[in-house]
């Protein structure tokens, strides 16, 4: 039982590329998201999915995108990385109904040069 | 977005002493909660609190929810290097699927 795993780990891209961040869980839940986190900033949400097939946009979605694959994978993809994407992003997933508690991957570091 | 005001924003302290984190707000949620996350790892749930007035522990940790339901607070009693980490509080508000997190203590636990 993984939980939840994230690709890469690290990651470097010159402006202008593209990548997708992949996420995949086993624990069977319903929901997933997409956090950037920045020093002094916390946990910004970018994207959820409440369930699959469906998807809404956080409060920080400019530049990215999603696609909910399936129920266990949920993917961010930059189309054109600026340097203010330089951050450390987590993908989440929960099961509601209930408290909402969520449950992190290790998350990805990536650095846009 | 509802704000969750976290303090202090840093801590340092001995081996030992004891410790309080603050969580508040202005708005008032459904359920609270508590995540610790070490460097270079993903935060992982500690606690969630639901009732007013709730008081959980978890070993050296007491957590607490507001009467309201608009504060949370955090206490370790004999703090170990252990618990080093970053300390993340967050709000879910009933009808929605994403939290509203705080910014975060940092606490550094020395020998």
């Known amino acids: 039982n993984a939980g939840v795993t994230q690709t890469p780990k690290f990651q470097v891209l010159k402006t202008g590329q593209s990548m997708t961040l992949q996420c995949a869980q086993d624990?069977?839940?319903?929901?997933m998201y997409w956090y950037r986190q920045d020093p002094g900033m916390g946990l910004r949400l970018i994207y959820y999915s409440a369930s699959e097939g469906t998807t809404d946009k956080g409060e920080v979605p400019n530049g990215y995108n999603v696609s909910r694959l399936n129920k266990r994978e949920f993917s961010l993809r930059l189309e054109s990385a600026a340097p203010s994407q330089t951050s450390v992003y987590f993908c989440?997933?929960?099961?509601?109904?209930?408290?909402?508690?969520?449950?992190f991957g290790p998350g990805t570091r990536l650095t846009v040069t | 977005t509802q704000l969750l005001e976290q303090s202090p924003q840093f801590l340092s302290i001995q081996e030992g002493e004891n410790l309080t984190v603050y969580c508040n707000s202005s708005?008032?949620?459904?359920?609270l909660q508590w995540y610790r996350q070490e460097p270079g790892e993903g935060p992982v749930l500690l606690v969630t609190v639901v009732t007013g007035g709730e008081v959980k522990k978890l070993k050296r940790l007491t957590f607490q929810f507001g009467d309201a339901r608009k504060d949370s607070s955090l206490h370790i009693t004999a703090a170990q290097p252990g618990d080093t980490g970053l300390y993340l509080c967050a709000g879910a508000s009933g009808g929605g699927y994403a939290l509203n997190f705080g910014k975060g203590t940092s606490l550094l636990v020395t020998p």
């Open positions: 989440a997933s929960s099961e509601p109904p209930g408290y909402y508690e969520q449950y």
């Open positions: 708005s008032v949620f459904s359920s």
């Open positions: 624990m069977n839940h319903n929901s």
